[in-house]
């Protein structure tokens, strides 16, 4: 069985620019996660996804930060702009459903500077 | 918020040596799980394990969830063994929210 896959595994931007993460989660995974690791930290939930509708989105800066699973399979998750405080590893999980064991993906690395 | 705390928070063994990670709660979890993040960052899952006691080669954790604490316990280690080690559960009640620990750093030394 695949694992979770996400896409670039770095990524090196300029303050104010964008940039966009994709993440394929295990196939069947009704329910998608994207948390941010900020170094020293354990993971934090940014938004997380039922299908195609976001159960949770209490901790995403929205202002910036943006997130869609369109056909309830694939996720992007968008910074525009980034600061410098977004660098981080940010990580994707999927799970069967809510409350269910988390899968996580190797993540990507975010440096902005 | 609910608090999970570590202990310890840092470790270094020689390889071969056992060890004990604890996990605490300040309140009641469901669900919890042990993952160790390698060097190169993946979180990779150990037990999901809500309750009772678990094993997988080297590899065992126990929760009692009556006492809100989880432990891992790591015989023989081996450098690969390396990373860091967080316990995750979710709040009992409404969410849904994985609530991760502050996490154990262990270094395995040959």
């Known amino acids: 069985e695949a694992g979770v896959a996400q896409s670039p595994r770095y990524k090196i931007i300029e303050k104010r620019q964008s940039v966009a993460f994709w993440c394929n989660p295990i196939?069947?995974?009704?329910?998608l996660y994207w948390y941010q690791q900020i170094l020293g930290q354990g993971p934090k939930l940014l938004i997380q996804?039922?299908?195609?509708?976001?159960?949770?989105d209490s901790q995403l800066p929205k202002d910036r930060f943006s997130a869609e699973r369109l056909k309830g399979v694939d996720s992007t998750l968008k910074i525009q702009p980034a600061k410098l405080e977004d660098s981080a590893v940010y990580l994707c999980?999927?799970?069967?459903?809510?409350?269910?064991?988390?899968?996580f993906g190797p993540g990507t690395r975010l440096t902005v500077t | 918020g609910i608090q999970v705390e570590q202990s310890p928070p840092d470790l270094i063994l020689q390889e071969g040596a056992n060890s004990t990670l604890r996990c605490n709660f300040s309140?009641?979890?469901?669900?919890l799980q042990w993952f160790h993040q390698n060097p190169w960052g993946q979180l990779i899952n150990l037990f999901y394990?809500?309750?009772g006691t678990k094993q997988n080669g080297r590899l065992s954790a126990t929760t009692v969830a009556t006492e809100r604490y989880s432990l891992l316990y790591i015989s023989s280690s081996q450098t690969t063994d390396s990373g860091v080690y967080f316990c995750?559960?979710?709040?009992?009640?409404?969410?849904?929210?994985?609530?991760f620990g502050t996490g154990t750093l262990l270094a395995v030394q040959p």
């Open positions: 196939s069947g995974h009704a329910t």
């Open positions: 999980a999927s799970s069967p459903g809510e409350g269910y064991e988390q899968y």
């Open positions: 309140d009641s979890v469901n669900n």
């Open positions: 995750a559960g979710f709040p009992g009640g409404a969410t849904n929210k994985l609530i």
């Open positions: 394990i809500p309750s």
């Open positions: 996804f039922q299908n195609n509708g976001v159960v949770d």
